[in-house]
């Protein structure tokens, strides 16, 4: 495993697009794993800006998010979807049809999981998977738990994720139970891991989850088992490794 330790969060989100930015260069077909949260924010901002400048093409690049809430449209503006479009998807050249990212509203989650599944399975495996990493140290919506899933599923969100995203959203009574999640297995089968953390409030679980032991109570602990994984994180996120 290779770690950078940035001075701040800016620096931290410079490093997290420059290694992104560089796959896209590398392999301008490149199927990136995306991912959600105010962890990536200011990396998204940075390619746009780069793209705007001319330095970056998007025109091939494929991508598939890790995640999804059940039950919020894509248009609503706590959906991963919306999220993506405003953030990265609309502001460059990807083409919309490439980018990928659960159906909120499917009506049938778990067949919703299953198509999404079919689609990792033609388009990967990917290249390069972002991850950020929940104060539980959950990755994608895997929350701790007594076995690793494998591929997309539903899960049913815990009490720490719920109070945690709340600050999304009007209250938490607003956050939504359940979502759709990529599974470890998947996680673990891209090429590069990237890992990006940032905040005093996530040095424990970094420590935790790259010193302790591999276990589905600390999901990202197993990214400890993976060959090629880069993680970027401020001083503060990587005072206690
Ligand atoms: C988002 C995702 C989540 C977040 C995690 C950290 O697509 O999959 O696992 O990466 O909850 O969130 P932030 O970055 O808001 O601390």
Request: charged share 20%; glycine share 6%; net charge negative.
């Amino acid at each position: 495993m290779r770690i950078y330790v940035t001075e701040d969060y800016n620096a931290m989100s410079r490093r997290v697009a420059n290694i992104l930015s560089a796959q896209v260069i590398l392999k301008p077909d490149c199927v990136l794993g995306l991912a959600t949260g105010s962890t990536p924010v200011g990396a998204y901002k940075q390619l746009v800006e780069w793209y705007k400048k001319g330095d970056l093409d998007f025109s091939q690049v494929r991508s598939i998010n890790l995640d999804e809430y059940v039950g919020l449209a894509p248009t609503h503006d706590q959906s991963y979807r919306y999220f993506m479009q405003s953030n990265l998807f609309d502001h460059v050249n990807i083409v919309p049809a490439n980018t990928n990212v659960p159906n909120g509203l499917a009506e049938d989650a778990a067949e919703e999981c299953r198509r999404y599944n079919e689609v990792i399975h033609t388009l990967g495996p990917i290249d390069l998977q972002l991850l950020g990493m929940g104060h539980n140290g959950h990755i994608g919506f895997n929350e701790p738990s007594d076995v690793f899933e494998l591929e997309t599923h539903v899960v049913n969100l815990t009490e720490t994720t719920i109070q945690a995203n709340a600050r999304f959203f009007a209250s938490a009574d607003e956050v939504p139970r359940q979502a759709m999640t990529m599974g470890i297995q998947t996680i673990m089968q891209a090429k590069k891991v990237l890992v990006a953390v940032s905040g005093k409030d996530k040095a424990e679980i970094v420590k935790k989850a790259f010193t302790g032991p591999v276990t589905p109570n600390v999901p990202a602990s197993i990214l400890q088992m993976h060959p090629d994984v880069i993680l970027v994180g401020d001083k503060a996120a990587l005072s206690l490794l």
